[in-house]
């Protein structure tokens, strides 16, 4: 059972950038198979899709102001990160990194259905 341990989180003012790292737990060698990806909650609202990477290193971003944010993976250090750059009020929420074991199937995950593990989701929070 892998475990996810997201760093990062905290307070900072609208126009700052954060960067969130999600380590998991075990071997390379299962890491380097996993899909990754971030989403977020806000209170009240359902859980967004932000981004995600597959296995092949192949990126994706949901449905938002994608230049924004950028996500990456060190398959060395068995992290994945997401780069948020122009934070804006709205964009205080939870933020969850996710990963499911995909090799060798393609495709990218989009929906919180599609991952098996989790995060626990350190809070973001943009002051104006």
């Known amino acids: 059972q892998v475990q996810l341990v997201e760093s990062g989180g905290g307070l900072v003012q609208a126009g700052g950038s954060l960067t969130l790292s999600c380590v998991a737990s075990?071997?390379?060698?299962?890491?380097?198979?996993?899909?990754l990806g971030w989403f977020r909650q806000a209170q009240g609202k359902e859980r967004e899709f932000l981004a995600g990477?597959?296995?092949?290193?192949?990126?994706y971003y949901g449905n938002f102001e994608q230049g924004r944010f950028t996500i990456s993976r060190d398959n060395d250090q068995n992290t994945v990160t997401l780069q948020m750059n122009n934070l804006q009020v709205e964009d205080r929420a939870c933020y969850y990194c996710?990963?499911?074991?995909?090799?060798?199937?393609?495709?990218?995950?989009?929906?919180?259905?599609?991952?098996?593990?989790w995060g626990r989701g350190p809070q973001v929070t943009v002051s104006s």
């Open positions: 996710a990963a499911k074991e995909q090799w060798p199937r393609g495709g990218a995950l989009r929906t919180a259905e599609d991952y098996s593990h």
């Open positions: 075990g071997d390379r060698d299962t890491f380097v198979g996993y899909n």
């Open positions: 990477i597959e296995w092949t290193k192949q990126v």
